[in-house]
């Protein structure tokens, strides 16, 4: 979806530099008198036929969601949030591949507020996109201003002429200098290099497509889900239920044509019954509220804490069952009925039966799908999840005979679900790692994730090989093979982790693991680290080097960058070519901290203001590259020119190494 997203930004921002500057939207602010000194404020905006103004809440990997911030309250305060006088469209976007919201033709936005002076000042900016069946706009910030008497509220060419006042008296500069306390730019420093700020989208369209890969579908979630579903029917709630279903299907009828329907019947009623939920959960919160779920701090913590509860039944502390009752009514009304509905009572039942194994399997499945921000996600997972699930009892029906080669219960199945305790420990550390890394606790710094992950497998290797029992297990009197070969993944797999903790970058979980630059103790050389985090500072050095540039547009929450620098960037071609070569830029477009001074620039004929650095590289990407993902790379010569096409997720070492060697011959070329 990245890929989709990317490319469509791309192709929206050079059809716009061909064209005329659109305003399809145009926002007019007043204010409106209530009881008392409550007042409201009004935020109108007209939108054009064919046109629609993004919803406020909107999934992350998709457009921008329309933002109202309030830089300035002054003799008044805000009461509760701004309201849109009327419900957004739901639609299914192709283009963006998810379901989003929208306005069309006009829409208001109200914020209530209580004056608590004589006079009072509001100042701010609600930043917004639109898009119609062609072409979106990049986001916009349209900025605002409000003043008034507390006895009577401003009227509406008050505070229009208020707004027009301010904006006259802000200069509009394009900021092309480092922005430091010390070293603050003048307007003459930004136009002598603004030519480094000079938009480049249809030169670096001339290089073609950029190299993107294709990003997590729908299919691998079903796989996911499917994998889930297999490991579920190996877990104590699930398997015995195996034999005890397809026998008492074989026995209710003499007629095993009609036996074998209806254990086909009750392997599509667990599916129905899964599927269902997953759409009722994505129908009641959302693809967008599951994507934010997904991604937001205190989500993860609650989920981390589940995780680990399920992990400390599953090791045997306690048993989570839910109500016998619930299970009593639906075994009543499976045996109260007949034909389909009596089947469906009896799937349902295996649904709540199994919650205790199959929940944390389901929440984590969940959880991943709704992360990809696709609306179909968590019901596809689901389906895939059920589809295992009802496999053998279908089969079973099928193929009586193979049940007596079935494993009966026992010791095994309580040692599954150990396993399954400890694989639960290590993917909750996953849900507080992401938690911890947004609220900068540096709790969980990766030396600590690794420690702790080398410690979880190295105990499930030696519970696997019998050197670790707990209470409620069955005496092992031998090793199987397969109990043996699984200790040595295990095992293995601890070893291999080791060297993380002297900072090696250990591919393999390098979407789990937190990033590099968390790790204090690290004698790993081979990482490539950014020589300027400072887009100007680094064009200058480079032309005096006579070096091309490689610019890293990038993002502390951004876990495909992540990926890329501990994938590719630790390659030694790769890591050779970026140091000796090229000059690395790296810029974090989420770079909260502050300007020294907000700086107005002026795009696409209006005016926005900067308050951070991540604002500043954002601007520089979208107005000078015409696009706003991360990762993004892009080569330049020391004039700010592209020497190629741009560059974004794709984990293929080769591809990237061609794509600085493509860079190197242009610039050689120019030269």
Same mark, same amino acid.
């Given at each position: 979806?990245?890929?989709?997203?990317?490319?469509?930004?791309?192709?929206?921002?050079?059809?716009?530099? %061909?064209?005329?500057?659109?305003?399809? !939207?145009?926002?007019?602010?007043?204010?409106?008198?209530?009881?008392?000194?409550?007042?409201?404020?009004?935020?109108?905006?007209?939108?054009?036929? #064919?046109? @629609?103004?993004?919803?406020?809440?909107?999934?992350?990997? #998709?457009?921008?969601?329309?933002?109202?911030?309030?830089?300035?309250?002054?003799?008044?305060?805000?009461?509760?949030?701004?309201?849109?006088?009327?419900?957004?469209?739901?639609?299914?976007?192709?283009?963006? =591949?998810?379901?989003?919201?929208?306005?069309?033709?006009?829409?208001?936005? $109200?914020?209530?507020?209580?004056?608590?002076?004589?006079?009072?000042?509001?100042?701010?900016?609600?930043?917004?996109?639109?898009?119609?069946?062609?072409?979106?706009?990049?986001?916009?910030?349209?900025?605002?201003?409000? $003043?008034?008497?507390?006895?009577?509220?401003?009227?509406?060419?008050?505070?229009?002429?208020?707004?027009?006042?301010?904006?006259?008296?802000?200069?509009?500069?394009?900021?092309?200098?480092?922005?430091?306390?010390?070293?603050?730019?003048?307007?003459?420093?930004?136009?002598?290099?603004? =030519?480094?700020?000079?938009?480049?989208?249809?030169?670096?369209?001339?290089?073609?497509?950029?190299?993107?890969?294709?990003?997590?579908?729908?299919?691998?979630?079903?796989?996911?889900?499917?994998?889930?579903?297999?490991?579920?029917?190996?877990?104590?709630? *699930?398997?015995?239920?195996?034999?005890?279903?397809?026998?008492?299907?074989?026995?209710?009828?003499?007629?095993?044509?009609?036996?074998?329907?209806?254990?086909?019947? %009750?392997?599509?009623?667990?599916?129905?019954?899964?599927? +269902?939920? #997953? /759409?009722?959960?994505?129908?009641?919160?959302?693809?967008? +509220?599951?994507?934010?779920?997904?991604?937001?701090?205190?989500?993860?913590?609650?989920?981390?804490?589940?995780?680990?509860?399920?992990?400390?039944?599953?090791?045997?502390?306690?048993?989570?069952?839910?109500?016998?009752?619930?299970?009593?009514?639906?075994?009543?009304?499976?045996?109260?009925?007949?034909?389909?509905?009596?089947?469906?009572?009896?799937?349902?039942?295996?649904?709540?039966?199994?919650?205790?194994?199959? #929940?944390?399997?389901?929440?984590?499945?969940?959880?991943?799908?709704?992360?990809?921000?696709?609306?179909?996600?968590?019901?596809?997972?689901?389906?895939?999840?059920?589809?295992?699930?009802?496999?053998?009892?279908?089969?079973?029906?099928?193929?009586?005979?193979?049940?007596?080669?079935?494993?009966?219960?026992?010791?095994?199945?309580?040692?599954?679900? *150990?396993?399954?305790?400890?694989?639960?420990?290590?993917?909750? /550390?996953?849900?507080?790692?992401?938690?911890?890394? +947004?609220?900068?606790?540096?709790?969980? =710094?990766?030396?600590?994730?690794?420690?702790?992950?080398?410690?979880?497998?190295?105990?499930?290797?030696?519970?696997?090989?019998?050197?670790?029992?707990?209470? @409620?297990?069955?005496?092992?009197?031998?090793?199987? &093979?397969?109990?043996?070969?699984?200790?040595?993944?295990?095992?293995?797999?601890?070893?291999?982790? !080791?060297?993380?903790?002297?900072?090696?970058?250990?591919?393999?979980?390098?979407?789990?693991?937190?990033?590099?630059? $968390?790790?204090?103790?690290?004698?790993?050389?081979?990482?490539? @680290?950014?020589?300027?985090?400072?887009?100007?500072?680094?064009?200058?050095?480079?032309?005096?080097?006579?070096?091309?540039?490689?610019?890293?547009?990038?993002?502390?929450?951004?876990?495909?960058?992540?990926?890329?620098? +501990?994938?590719?960037?630790?390659?030694?071609? &790769?890591?050779? !070519?970026?140091?000796?070569?090229?000059?690395? !830029?790296? /810029?974090?477009?989420?770079?909260?901290?502050?300007?020294?001074?907000?700086?107005?620039?002026?795009?696409?004929?209006?005016?926005?203001?900067?308050?951070?650095?991540?604002?500043?590289?954002?601007?520089?990407?979208?107005?000078?590259?015409?696009?706003?993902?991360?990762?993004?790379?892009?080569?330049?010569?020391?004039?700010?020119?592209?020497?190629?096409?741009?560059?974004?997720?794709?984990?293929?070492?080769?591809?990237?190494?061609?794509?600085?060697?493509?860079?190197?011959? $242009?610039?050689?070329?120019?030269?």
């Amino acid at each position: 979806m990245k890929r989709n997203l990317s490319l469509l930004f791309l192709l929206c921002l050079s059809i716009f530099s %061909y064209a005329q500057i659109l305003e399809p !939207i145009k926002w007019s602010f007043s204010t409106k008198n209530l009881s008392g000194n409550e007042k409201e404020l009004v935020f109108k905006a007209s939108i054009e036929s #064919g046109w @629609h103004l993004y919803g406020t809440d909107l999934p992350e990997g #998709g457009p921008i969601s329309t933002t109202f911030t309030f830089h300035k309250v002054e003799g008044a305060k805000l009461i509760g949030k701004v309201t849109a006088d009327r419900t957004p469209i739901f639609k299914y976007d192709p283009q963006f =591949d998810m379901k989003l919201n929208w306005f069309e033709t006009n829409v208001t936005f $109200t914020q209530k507020i209580e004056v608590t002076a004589p006079t009072f000042t509001i100042d701010g900016e609600v930043r917004y996109m639109g898009c119609n069946d062609e072409t979106c706009l990049p986001p916009s910030p349209e900025e605002f201003n409000f $003043t008034g008497k507390g006895g009577a509220a401003a009227s509406d060419k008050n505070a229009t002429a208020a707004q027009d006042s301010e904006k006259v008296e802000e200069p509009a500069v394009v900021p092309a200098t480092p922005l430091t306390p010390a070293t603050k730019p003048s307007v003459t420093e930004i136009t002598e290099s603004v =030519d480094l700020w000079a938009p480049v989208t249809d030169k670096l369209n001339s290089f073609g497509k950029e190299a993107v890969s294709e990003d997590t579908s729908l299919w691998v979630i079903l796989l996911t889900g499917f994998l889930g579903g297999l490991f579920a029917l190996l877990t104590p709630c *699930v398997w015995p239920m195996i034999p005890m279903t397809v026998s008492f299907f074989l026995k209710r009828t003499k007629d095993r044509k009609k036996s074998i329907r209806d254990a086909i019947t %009750y392997g599509v009623s667990i599916i129905v019954i899964y599927v +269902a939920l #997953g /759409l009722i959960i994505t129908g009641i919160f959302g693809a967008s +509220a599951l994507n934010n779920l997904a991604t937001n701090a205190i989500f993860n913590i609650i989920f981390f804490l589940l995780l680990v509860v399920f992990a400390v039944s599953f090791l045997g502390a306690f048993e989570i069952t839910l109500p016998a009752s619930w299970t009593t009514k639906l075994d009543s009304k499976a045996d109260s009925t007949t034909g389909l509905l009596s089947i469906f009572f009896m799937a349902f039942t295996l649904a709540l039966v199994s919650f205790s194994c199959t #929940g944390p399997i389901i929440g984590t499945l969940l959880v991943q799908a709704a992360s990809m921000g696709a609306a179909a996600g968590p019901a596809v997972g689901m389906f895939g999840f059920a589809l295992a699930l009802s496999i053998p009892f279908s089969l079973f029906a099928i193929f009586p005979s193979m049940l007596a080669s079935m494993p009966k219960s026992g010791g095994w199945l309580n040692s599954v679900k *150990v396993v399954l305790g400890f694989l639960e420990l290590a993917l909750a /550390l996953k849900f507080l790692s992401v938690a911890d890394l +947004a609220y900068g606790w540096r709790i969980l =710094d990766r030396e600590v994730f690794v420690s702790l992950w080398i410690i979880i497998f190295m105990l499930l290797g030696l519970y696997l090989l019998g050197k670790l029992k707990f209470s @409620h297990d069955s005496e092992l009197k031998y090793v199987s &093979v397969s109990r043996l070969f699984l200790a040595m993944i295990s095992l293995s797999f601890s070893i291999y982790m !080791i060297p993380g903790l002297w900072g090696a970058p250990l591919k393999a979980i390098s979407a789990f693991a937190p990033p590099l630059n $968390t790790q204090d103790f690290n004698l790993y050389t081979e990482e490539v @680290h950014a020589e300027f985090s400072d887009y100007e500072a680094g064009m200058a050095y480079a032309k005096k080097a006579n070096k091309p540039v490689l610019v890293d547009f990038s993002g502390y929450g951004c876990v495909n960058c992540r990926k890329m620098e +501990a994938s590719v960037w630790t390659d030694t071609e &790769v890591k050779s !070519i970026i140091d000796n070569d090229y000059v690395l !830029i790296t /810029l974090m477009v989420d770079d909260k901290t502050p300007l020294p001074e907000p700086i107005t620039i002026e795009e696409y004929g209006k005016k926005r203001t900067l308050r951070t650095i991540g604002d500043k590289w954002s601007y520089l990407q979208r107005s000078k590259f015409g696009a706003n993902a991360q990762p993004f790379y892009v080569l330049l010569d020391e004039a700010g020119n592209p020497i190629g096409p741009s560059y974004s997720f794709n984990e293929n070492v080769s591809e990237y190494v061609q794509f600085l060697n493509n860079g190197l011959k $242009t610039f050689k070329a120019q030269k």
